[in-house]
């Protein structure tokens, strides 16, 4: 019998992606989180890495996993990169942020850790999203 895995440290940074996919006609896909922390509130799409999973994999997983929209890993543009102490309650946390550039009218399903997917207008956003969101979504919105 193999012994168990010891845990990460506790001040062992933790990677995710996250994906800021939006419309043409200006609409942003955000979830509604169904696990804390910020259960209840609006996030981005985006989760943990699987091991040895590089971010632009996971960001598309992590995608389709919540929203049900489908997007070639290849096809994510790199927004950059958020690891400021403090930014998530759980401990270090890093995460890679892509956009994507999805059509008009894309259909959407929440799937796993969303309560709710829904498209918002990019200037009628919900207040305060989850996280440090706000500052990725502007990022990526600047930068399209």
Known sequence: MFPEASPAPADATRYTADVVAVTPDNQVLLIERDWPPHEGQWALPGGHLD???ES?????????????VLV???????VGR???PGRDPRGPYTTDAYLAIVP???????GTDARTARW???????SPLAFDHSDILAKAIAGR
């Not at 632009?56 to 919540?66: D, F, N, P, Y």
């Not at 070639?72 to 790199?78: A, H």
């Not at 008009?104 to 929440?110: E, L, S, V």
């Open 120 to 126: 918002w207008p990019l200037d009628s956003l919900p």
């Open 56 to 68: 632009r994999e996971a960001a598309a997983r992590e995608l389709a996993e919540e929203t049900g």
């Open 51 to 53: 091991p040895g999973e």
């Open 104 to 110: 008009a009218g894309t259909p959407i399903k929440a």
């Open 82 to 84: 958020w690891g400021q």
């Open 72 to 78: 070639d890993p290849e096809q994510l543009r790199y």
